[in-house]
């Protein structure tokens, strides 16, 4: 099954501080997202990514950076980290436009902003 | 911009019940359709999918797809405690992107 890798697994960081987020992917798929999830709610797209070199933005991009230096890798970057960010992070990989048109999902990564 | 709804927020049932979930979308135009099951504490996993209108059966999964009616749902057939979850819906949008609903919470009571 497809594999898709999140790190790391938990992290705490303080008020203004710079977050990455890493995730990389063994598939070869050309689609690369993250997700945010929070209590109660969906999966909200933060950014996406058509392959190396690419990115996007999502629904609610703003506060966070993207970076896909290759077809495997895709980070989420948040340069000021704010509360408001404290939040379950996914990454997936997949889409419509290969031939297993699932996302798979990564494990998460729980994010805490003091 | 794709708007996807999902009904109703939370649902339980009784062990061997028939579940039903419900998906309203806005864009015609769609057209990939899922269902994304995630278990308390772990990432979504897909469950099904359907790109045509009309039925899809899968062991005891069943989707139905009515494009003019903007909807799709999911039935599941003799529900057990596994099935216990956050049920999301998901269809695209334009440039590859995949919209999610906020979920059914399904508890299946033994």
Known sequence: ?114 | QQKVQQSPESLIVPEGAMTSLNCTFSDSASQYFAWYRQHSGKAPKALMSIFSNGEKEEGRFTIHLNKASLHFSLHIRDSQPSDSALYLCAVSGSNNRIFFGDGTQLVVKP
Request: aromatic content about 10%.
């Open chain 1, 1 to 114: 099954e497809a594999a898709v890798t999140q790190s790391p697994r938990n992290k705490v960081a303080v008020t203004g501080g710079k977050v990455t987020l890493s995730c990389n992917q063994t598939n070869n798929h050309n689609n690369m997202y993250w997700y945010r999830q929070d209590t109660g709610h969906g999966l909200r797209l933060i950014h996406y990514s058509y392959g190396a070199g690419s990115t996007e933005k999502g629904d609610i991009p703003d506060g966070y950076k993207a970076s896909r230096p290759s077809q495997e890798n895709f980070s989420l970057i948040l340069e000021l980290a704010t509360p408001s960010q404290t939040s379950v992070y996914f990454c997936a990989s997949g889409g419509l436009d290969t031939s297993a048109e699932t996302l798979y999902f990564g494990s998460g990564t729980r994010l805490t902003v003091l």
